[in-house]
């Protein structure tokens, strides 16, 4: 059964800092990883999804890793701002037809201005 | 850009009874999910659905549960009878189909928080 892992669980750091989230899955055969931003009582925002067959994907600040063989996922933000506190979830989908995600229990982000 | 619409935003209701959940999913996507997440714990996938059926559904979607795609537009979720333990966040998401070449990330709702009392 595929779990996922999110570690730390908090993370609390002054602003500018470039900073490193990770995940890790118990199964190496995903279909795809993607990460999200979660506001406190609101919805989730996707921010980059990595398909199995590559290394890393890039948006602005955010840099996302993969590394399928070893089960592991980093979220890279570079220059972190106040703005960027919020929940950051893992999600994997596993290589089925639906296309179901199974998330981290997330990183609780704070940049202190 | 086109986003996942969840009305009500917050809904309280009494034990044992019915609630929907709706969604308006993104137009051309073609499968759609409901998750949950109870406070403080990890987002939960109960249901898919494709091609008007459900094509997947987890340990927690029991015969309380059921899920709908009425029109053309919107995909509802129904507790027959709700218990406390339902109380939870509820997600609706979409997603286009792979095969296409189109993005296929899961695109989620702002959720309906549904508080059982």
Redo the contacts between chains.
């Keep these: 059964k595929q779990e996922v892992t999110q570690i730390p669980a908090a993370l609390s750091v002054p602003e500018g800092e470039n900073l490193v989230l990770n995940c890790s899955f118990t199964d190496s055969a995903i279909y795809n990883l993607q990460w999200f931003r979660q506001d406190p009582g609101k919805g989730l925002t996707s921010l980059l999804l990595i398909q199995s067959s590559q290394r890393e994907q890039t948006s602005g600040r955010l840099n996302a890793s993969l590394d399928k063989s070893s089960g592991r996922s980093t979220l890279y933000i570079a220059a972190s701002q106040p703005g960027d506190s919020a929940t950051y979830l893992c999600a994997v989908r596993p290589p089925s037809n639906t296309g179901k995600l199974i998330f981290g229990q997330g990183t609780t982000l704070q940049v202190k201005p | 850009e086109p986003e996942v619409t969840?009305t009500p935003s917050h809904q309280v209701t009494q034990m044992g009874q019915e609630v929907i959940l709706r969604c308006v999913p993104i137009s051309n996507h073609l499968?759609f999910?409901w998750?949950r997440q109870i406070l403080g714990?990890?987002?939960?996938?109960l249901v898919?659905f494709?091609n008007n059926e459900i094509?997947?559904k987890s340990e927690i979607f029991d015969d309380q549960f059921s899920v709908e795609r009425p029109d053309g537009s919107n995909f509802t979720l129904k507790i027959r009878s709700t218990k406390l333990e339902d109380s939870a966040?509820y997600?609706c998401?979409s997603?286009y189909p792979e095969g296409i070449s189109m993005?296929?990330?899961?695109?989620?709702?702002?959720?309906t928080?549904l508080t059982v009392v």
């Design positions: 969840q499968y999910y998750y714990q990890k987002v939960e996938f898919s494709y094509s997947e966040m997600f998401a997603r993005n296929t990330e899961a695109f989620f709702g702002q959720g928080r």
